[in-house]
T-cell receptor
Framework: EADIYQTPRYLVIGTGKKITLECSQT?????MYWYQQDPGMELHLIHY???????EKGDLSSESTVSRIRTEHFPLTLESARPSHTSQYLC????????????FGPGTRLTVL | KNQVEQSPQSLIILEGKNCTLQ??????????LRWYKQDTGRGPVSLTI?????NTKSNGRYTATLDADTKQSSLHITASQLSDSASYIC?????????????FGGGTRLMVKP
């Protein structure tokens, strides 16, 4: 079982609030990813990182931002949440040399009222 | 444009029955194809991975096949159990300038009823 954690698991907040979704992994993986998934829909890559101080935007444009100050930690921040941000956010990680073997966290289900 | 299409979108079967899920892709160049199982409210978990040269791979009651010529894959579930109820996602890996690119299918939602 993969050692990748996300908190909170569920979050309900009001419009305009600043939120940070946490993601941590204890596998020493260099590469980390954030995906957005609406109910019953496919996953879309919104951010990824190759290692410390590396952040890249994914295929789906997102108003969120990420940071990678430590290898094990890849938080995602929304400065001002809106109802359109309501979705499930999944974090994943992988090793160099095995880019396709992504291990996923349990996800954070975000609801913005 | 790289695409992964899965069918059916949803499926209901009785416990103990077999079923087959389909995945067609247009990802190029192709690296490998993976099937994930995603329980409701959870992250996806890898079931199988197949490279270009592999035609079939099994993981317990799950058997995946790959036809790289027709760009089709299937996931066969034998003697289904209630715990098989989940979404099954086909993910095809290609190569981009960064070294890898994943294209996700929309998934098949399987419900196994007693």
């Amino acid at each position: 079982e993969a050692d990748i954690y996300q908190t909170p698991r569920y979050l309900v907040i009001g419009t305009g609030k600043k939120i940070t979704l946490e993601c941590s992994q204890t596998m020493g993986h260099d590469k980390m990813y954030w995906y957005q998934q609406d109910p019953g829909m496919e996953l879309h890559l919104i951010h990824y990182s190759y290692g410390v101080n590396s952040t890249e935007k994914g295929d789906l444009s997102s108003e969120s931002t990420v940071s990678r100050i430590r290898t094990e930690h890849f938080p995602l921040t929304l400065e001002s949440a809106r109802p359109s941000h309501t979705s499930q956010y999944l974090c994943a990680s992988s090793e160099w040399g095995q880019p396709d073997t992504q291990y996923f966290g349990p996800g954070t289900r975000l609801t913005v009222l | 444009k790289n695409q992964v299409e899965q069918s059916p979108q949803s499926l209901i079967i009785l416990e103990g029955k077999n079923c087959t899920l389909q995945c067609n892709y247009t990802v190029s160049p192709f690296s490998n194809l993976r099937w994930y199982k995603q329980d409701t409210g959870r992250g996806p978990v890898s079931l199988t991975i197949m490279t270009f040269s592999e035609n079939t791979k099994s993981n317990g009651r799950y058997t995946a096949t790959l036809d790289a010529d027709t760009k089709q894959s299937s996931l066969h579930i034998t003697a289904s159990q209630l715990s098989d109820s989940a979404s099954y996602i086909c993910v095809v890996s290609g190569l981009d300038n960064a070294g890898n690119m994943l294209t996700f299918g929309g998934g098949t939602r399987l419900m196994v009823k007693p």
